[in-house]
């Protein structure tokens, strides 16, 4: 496996607004949206590449459509990097890789939508890819039926597998890693 980078990078990954507009409501929404717009302005202060991914397929978050559309509390700004993916994993059929690769990028910080779908695909297509990667525990949700239980399943599989690292949202730094 190659080695990479040096930065870090934060994904936010599906924070779509068909999303939240489903019948069982997103666990958490709002300490979700929170917490990834603490991250943003965190990474952004850092100046560590912040990259807003968007999920479309025929039939679901058609791309172009309101519910496509990144949640009004998600305020990309021009440096912030934007990946349209058609697959869970944001990395396959995407640019992704490559765009981390010419930032030096060898550490992302995940969050994002849904626990049990995209984050979890993408958090284990960048460890099959090498890089060095933290969820943030209290920064990705899902909308499915006993929602905190989901949650916690991917927090311990992902970490107990040893393909992610655990932070909370206060414990996220965006310097080396262990740095806040």
Known sequence: ???RGTNTALLVIDVQQGLFQKPTPLYRAQELLDNISLLVKRAH?????VVYIQHSTDRNLVEGTDEWKLHPA???EPRDIMIR????????????????DALHVGRLIVTGLVSNGCVNATCLGAHELGYATILV??????YHENPAAIVDEYNAKLSGDGIVHLQA???VGFGTPGAR
């Open 1 to 3: 496996m190659e080695q």
């Open 45 to 49: 202060a850092a100046h560590a590449p």
């Open 74 to 76: 998600m305020q990309p």
């Open 85 to 100: 993916k058609h697959h869970g994993n944001a990395f396959e059929g995407t640019p992704l890789q490559e765009k981390l």
């Open 137 to 142: 525990k209290d920064a990705h949700s899902t």
């Open 169 to 171: 949202t206060n414990e």
